[in-house]
């Protein structure tokens, strides 16, 4: 059985399968991101934005929320900060852990998916 560090991995290597050079540049920058505004404000920023990597890096990342968080709804914006704009103070703090935890593996894969040596 895969411990939880196995299944980020997992997941963070299927989500970059395929991947751009911008989107690893948006993964490269999403942890400062959401360190300086918040894990609410960054993905209300990649919605409004649009553009195919930030909708990637956003699906990828509120699929592995709706996995972690059995109270949220589905894995869409709109049931996601639902959860997150009701959740308790820790459960919104360990949601905003596990996504930087994820991207911890996304930053790591995608380089070598997009064939990016710039993006560490």
Request: proline content about 5%; overall charge positive.
């Amino acid at each position: 059985m895969p411990d939880l560090g196995q299944k980020r991995a997992a997941h963070a290597w299927k989500s970059v399968q395929g991947c751009t050079k911008r989107y690893t540049s948006l993964a490269k920058s999403a942890p400062a991101l959401i360190m300086s505004n918040g894990l609410m404000p960054t993905l209300a920023f990649y919605q409004a934005k649009g553009e195919d990597h930030h909708k990637d890096l956003l699906e990828h990342l509120l699929v592995w929320l709706k996995d972690r968080f059995p109270g949220i709804k589905g894995a869409d914006f709109s049931s996601t900060m639902t959860f997150l704009h009701s959740a308790e103070s820790r459960d919104y703090r360990r949601a905003t852990d596990e996504t930087l935890e994820l991207l911890r593996w996304i930053r790591q894969f995608a380089p070598a998916v997009s064939g990016d040596p710039s993006s560490d």
